[in-house]
Structure formats: structure tokens, C-alpha cells
């Protein structure tokens, strides 16, 4: 196991000051975004449409995506992602000083925007076990250092930034995005290059995409972790798509308002990631998996039944807690155990399962507010996040965890030091070989 004191490498620096960057700019449009759509529409299904649009690539491209990532370089794959999401704002930023935003512009933009990132993000989450060596300690206080950047400016600084930037012109906030995908295509192509994965002749794109799912869907702790963000956006979504308008109508909260209940949330998640570590070797990684999953499930219950704003922002800072120890953990966990050449397809997969479920909360969220009471949705995710966590406890055990680890050990090494050598069961690839079975 590495010691902790082990520096990261310099090319770190560079990723995080990347994904920092660019996370500001996303927190500026996470709050901007359904402040325009609110002054276009005040339908709940229009506003799901929205919400789910964004999403709408991983379920048609997801395993695809990852099969491709699996066969490019890692680096190029990222700073293009970025520069192509950069120049597609400035349409909605056009539109909106032309007075021609609409609905169905914004729902081509965030699908475009979520294309862009189902790239970006797979082909950064297989690029850093290469950069960290695969070393688990590293990958979790890398992953915490991300997160943490990542909840800070997304949540914290991006949501207040993008409300007051929206004040000024409707054009600003994605402008504002734009300029921070740029900067973050401008760092990445300073990163240290990476060797490429090893291309698989023999199969189609088709056939490796399948064998990175089946290495998910056959492997318990893998699938687990899959799961617990699958169910877990259902739930969130269906909070979201709704968030701004039950803010708004039973909190009597304003539009700055809203950017402050956000940056509550984010608050948590920042505390969240800071502790993960701590909470994983107090507990155990499975345990405290099923804690936070928990807390999550809760605090939303408690959102749902908010009297007024302030207990509305401690319930979303206690479930963005939870949030930012989950988002180190499990990743951190998966990036651990996965061979390299299997990297991009396995987390492709995952978080395929995980966006392909944000649209189906998204129109559930939309449905029952419109259906029954804006409320509804709040206590309808809450019921399934802790429904989640019951089921998916006893496949991310610190029992299948530790067996996982020692698993995607060299052999005579320390449990949690993955390589991947041609004799090593990991490093078979899932068309030929099954998944290692942790039952």
C-alpha cells in the first residue's frame, strides 16, 4: 500500500486545476439554467425535459462511448471534449441576446453539453489510475482533492456566481461556462501524455462494449457500486427537476435564494469529500458506503418536510455530505480493481447505468409534482434512496471489498496494489474470461 505521505505527481496539479475550473463554470449554468427555462415555461413536464436532455447520451451512447475512449488517447479525447463544448454555448449565448431561447434549444444544448461530457469524464476517470499508477491511496486522496474542487465550485461558488451573472443578461452565465471549458481544454493539453491502451483487433466496437458491461454486471462489488448511483439519480433527479419551483413556491425562497439553498448542498458535499478517507478507515469502505447512502435517503425526507429555508438548506447540506463521501469512495474503490485496458468500458458502464436512470427521475419527479403535490417527488426519492441502500449493502461489504482488493493484487503483494500483468485473472478480457466472481 502506498503511504500517504507519497506526493501526487505534478500532472495532478494540472488535471485538478482543469476540472476546477471547468467546474465553476458548470455551477454557473447548474443555477442558470433552470432560472431560463422557469422564464420560458412553468410546466413541470417542460422543465423535466430540460433536466433530462442533458442525460439522454449515455443511455444511447454510454457503453459505446466507453469502448471508444478504451481504443483513444485519453488526453486528446478530453481537451477536444472540452473545446467543442466551449463553442457550442455560444449558440444559447446568441440565442439569448437575439431573444430566441426556447425549450426545445435548450434541450438540444444539454444534450449536445452531455455528449461532450460522457467523453470528457470517462476518458478522465481511465487516465488518472494510469497517472497515479493504479496505487488505491493516491487514487482515494486524488479523487478526494477532485471531488472536494468539484463540489466547491459547482455547488459553492458556481450557483450564487451564476444568479448574479444571470441578473446581468440572460447570455452571461453561459458565456461564463464557455470561457471555463476553454481554459480547461488549454490545461489538459499540457498534461504528461499517457501510453495507449492496447488496441483489440481481433473484436468489433460492438463486442468490446459488451465485454465491458458483462465485466460490471458479473462482478458484485462492481455492480453495486453501479447501482447505488443508478438508484440514486432516480431519486435526486426527481428533487431536482422540481427543486426550483418548490423552492420558489412553498419556501418563498428568491432567486438569489435559490443560489444559496444550492450552495448549501455544496457545502456539504465539500465537507463530504474531506472526510471520506477518514470515514472509510474508520468503517471500513463498504460500511461507510452504506451509511452515507443512508444519510443521503434521510436528509431527504427531512428537505421534503421543511418548514422554511433554513431547515430546507441543513437537509441538502447533510445529503450533499453524504454525496461527497460517496463520489470519493466508490470511485476511488473502482479505480482500484478495474484492469487498465478495461478502464474506460467498466466506467462508461457504470455511469451509463447511473445517467440512464436521471431521465426516468427526471419525468418521475415531473409526473407527481403535476400529478399529485410539488412535494411528492421529495418523499417518493427519499423511499427509494433508503430502499437502495438495504438492497446494495451486502454487495459492497467490507468483506467483498477486502476480497476485491486482494483480488487486483500482484501476487505476494500488499492487498489494494492492482497491476495487471498477462498472468494476473484481471487483466483477461471479459469476452474470453468472466469477471472475477467475489460471491
Same mark, same amino acid.
Given at each position: 500500500?502506498?503511504?500517504?505521505?507519497?506526493?501526487?505527481?505534478?500532472?495532478?496539479?494540472?488535471?485538478?486545476?482543469?476540472?476546477?475550473?471547468?467546474?465553476?463554470?458548470?455551477?454557473?449554468? !447548474?443555477?442558470?439554467? =433552470?432560472?431560463?427555462?422557469?422564464?420560458?415555461?412553468?410546466? =413541470?413536464?417542460?422543465?423535466?425535459?430540460?433536466?433530462?436532455?442533458?442525460?439522454?447520451?449515455?443511455?444511447?451512447?454510454?457503453?459505446?462511448?466507453?469502448?471508444?475512449?478504451?481504443?483513444?488517447?485519453?488526453?486528446?479525447?478530453?481537451?477536444?471534449?472540452?473545446? @467543442?463544448?466551449?463553442?457550442?454555448?455560444?449558440?444559447?449565448?446568441?440565442?439569448?441576446?437575439?431573444?430566441?431561447?426556447?425549450?426545445?434549444?435548450?434541450?438540444?444544448?444539454?444534450?449536445?453539453?452531455?455528449?461532450?461530457?460522457?467523453?470528457?469524464?470517462?476518458?478522465?476517470?481511465?487516465? #488518472?489510475?494510469?497517472?497515479?499508477?493504479?496505487?488505491?491511496?493516491?487514487?482515494?486522496?486524488?479523487?478526494?482533492?477532485?471531488?472536494?474542487? !468539484?463540489?466547491?465550485?459547482?455547488?459553492?461558488?458556481?450557483?450564487?456566481?451564476?444568479?448574479?451573472?444571470?441578473?446581468?443578461?440572460?447570455?452571461?452565465?453561459?458565456?461564463?461556462?464557455?470561457?471555463?471549458?476553454?481554459?480547461?481544454?488549454?490545461?489538459?493539453?499540457?498534461?504528461?501524455?499517457?501510453?495507449?491502451?492496447?488496441?483489440?483487433?481481433?473484436?468489433?466496437?460492438?463486442? !468490446?462494449?459488451?465485454?465491458?458491461?458483462?465485466?460490471?454486471?458479473?462482478?458484485?462489488?462492481?455492480?453495486?457500486?453501479?447501482?447505488? =448511483?443508478?438508484?440514486?439519480?432516480?431519486?435526486?433527479? @426527481?428533487?431536482?427537476?422540481?427543486?426550483?419551483?418548490?423552492?420558489?413556491?412553498?419556501?418563498?425562497?428568491?432567486?438569489?435564494?435559490?443560489?444559496?439553498?444550492?450552495?448549501?448542498?455544496?457545502?456539504?458535499?465539500?465537507?463530504?469529500?474531506?472526510?471520506?478517507?477518514?470515514?472509510?478507515?474508520?468503517?471500513?469502505?463498504?460500511?461507510?458506503?452504506?451509511?452515507?447512502?443512508?444519510?443521503?435517503?434521510?436528509?431527504? #425526507?427531512?428537505?421534503?418536510?421543511?418548514?422554511?429555508?433554513?431547515?430546507?438548506?441543513?437537509?441538502?447540506?447533510?445529503?450533499?455530505?453524504?454525496?461527497?463521501?460517496?463520489?470519493?469512495?466508490?470511485?476511488?474503490?473502482? !479505480?482500484?480493481?478495474?484492469?487498465?485496458?478495461?478502464?474506460?468500458?467498466?466506467?462508461?458502464?457504470?455511469?451509463?447505468?447511473?445517467?440512464?436512470?436521471?431521465?426516468?427521475?427526471?419525468?418521475?419527479?415531473?409526473?407527481?409534482?403535476?400529478?399529485?403535490?410539488?412535494?411528492?417527488?421529495?418523499?417518493?426519492?427519499?423511499?427509494?434512496?433508503?430502499?437502495?441502500?438495504?438492497?446494495?449493502?451486502?454487495?459492497?461489504?467490507?468483506?467483498?471489498?477486502?476480497?476485491?482488493?486482494? @483480488?487486483?493484487?500482484?501476487?505476494?503483494?500488499?492487498?489494494?496494489?492492482?497491476?495487471?500483468?498477462?498472468?494476473?485473472?484481471?487483466?483477461?478480457?471479459?469476452?474470453?474470461?468472466?469477471?472475477?466472481?467475489?460471491?
Amino acid at each position: 500500500m502506498t503511504k500517504d505521505g507519497q506526493k501526487l505527481p505534478t500532472g495532478f496539479g494540472r488535471l485538478w486545476s482543469a476540472q476546477t475550473i471547468s467546474s465553476l463554470g458548470d455551477g454557473v449554468t !447548474q443555477a442558470a439554467l =433552470p432560472l431560463l427555462a422557469l422564464t420560458l415555461t412553468r410546466n =413541470p413536464m417542460a422543465l423535466a425535459v430540460v433536466t433530462a436532455a442533458g442525460t439522454l447520451p449515455w443511455l444511447l451512447f454510454g457503453v459505446l462511448g466507453g469502448a471508444l475512449v478504451d481504443r483513444w488517447d485519453r488526453r486528446r479525447t478530453m481537451w477536444v471534449a472540452d473545446t @467543442a463544448r466551449a463553442v457550442l454555448l455560444g449558440i444559447p449565448a446568441a440565442a439569448a441576446v437575439l431573444d430566441l431561447l426556447s425549450i426545445p434549444l435548450l434541450a438540444a444544448v444539454g444534450f449536445l453539453l452531455g455528449l461532450g461530457g460522457l467523453f470528457f469524464d470517462t476518458a478522465a476517470t481511465a487516465y #488518472l489510475p494510469d497517472l497515479l499508477r493504479r496505487d488505491p491511496a493516491l487514487l482515494e486522496r486524488a479523487n478526494s482533492r477532485l471531488r472536494g474542487a !468539484q463540489t466547491a465550485m459547482s455547488g459553492f461558488a458556481g450557483p450564487p456566481a451564476g444568479s448574479a451573472l444571470l441578473a446581468l443578461g440572460r447570455a452571461m452565465p453561459l458565456l461564463a461556462d464557455a470561457m471555463s471549458f476553454a481554459l480547461s481544454a488549454l490545461l489538459v493539453r499540457t498534461l504528461p501524455a499517457m501510453p495507449r491502451p492496447v488496441p483489440e483487433v481481433r473484436e468489433s466496437l460492438l463486442r !468490446q462494449a459488451r465485454a465491458g458491461a458483462s465485466y460490471v454486471f458479473r462482478d458484485r462489488v462492481l455492480l453495486g457500486l453501479a447501482l447505488r =448511483p443508478a438508484v440514486g439519480n432516480i431519486a435526486f433527479l @426527481a428533487v431536482e427537476t422540481v427543486l426550483a419551483l418548490f423552492a420558489h413556491d412553498r419556501l418563498g425562497i428568491s432567486t438569489f435564494g435559490f443560489g444559496m439553498l444550492l450552495t448549501a448542498e455544496a457545502t456539504g458535499g465539500l465537507l463530504g469529500a474531506g472526510i471520506a478517507s477518514f470515514l472509510g478507515r474508520r468503517l471500513g469502505t463498504g460500511t461507510a458506503l452504506t451509511c452515507t447512502a443512508a444519510v443521503e435517503g434521510l436528509a431527504i #425526507l427531512g428537505l421534503a418536510s421543511a418548514p422554511n429555508p433554513y431547515v430546507a438548506g441543513l437537509a441538502l447540506a447533510v445529503c450533499g455530505a453524504g454525496m461527497g463521501a460517496t463520489m470519493v469512495l466508490g470511485p476511488s474503490l473502482r !479505480q482500484a480493481i478495474v484492469p487498465a485496458h478495461l478502464m474506460g468500458r467498466v466506467a462508461s458502464t457504470s455511469r451509463m447505468l447511473a445517467m440512464c436512470a436521471a431521465p426516468v427521475g427526471a419525468f418521475l419527479g415531473g409526473w407527481l409534482a403535476t400529478t399529485y403535490d410539488i412535494r411528492t417527488p421529495l418523499y417518493a426519492a427519499a423511499v427509494l434512496l433508503l430502499a437502495m441502500t438495504a438492497v446494495t449493502a451486502s454487495m459492497t461489504s467490507n468483506r467483498r471489498v477486502e476480497a476485491a482488493l486482494r @483480488a487486483a493484487a500482484p501476487a505476494g503483494g500488499p492487498a489494494g496494489a492492482p497491476v495487471c500483468g498477462p498472468d494476473h485473472p484481471a487483466s483477461k478480457d471479459p469476452a474470453e474470461e468472466s469477471a472475477p466472481d467475489l460471491l
